[in-house]
């Protein structure tokens, strides 16, 4: 698979999650699962998007 061009290869991945740790920045794009600023995973290149069954919204229904 091939990563997508907007994401960072692994070194520049590496080089974000440096300075995250470091404190010289506090958002990378990624939460843990308790919402909280987390580095880039390692295995980007396998994350598949959890899948769940489709939402059926009715007409005139806001969607949220």
Do not use: C, S
């Not at 520049?12 to 600023?37: C, K, L, S, V, W």
């Amino acid at each position: 698979m091939t990563r997508h061009p907007d994401l960072p290869d692994d070194d520049e991945a590496a080089a974000i999650n440096a300075d995250f740790a470091a404190g010289r920045i506090d958002y990378t794009g990624f939460f843990n699962d308790a919402g909280e600023p987390a580095p880039w995973p390692d295995d980007l290149d396998h994350w598949q998007p959890e899948k769940g069954e489709p939402v059926t919204i009715k007409p005139g229904e806001p969607p949220f």
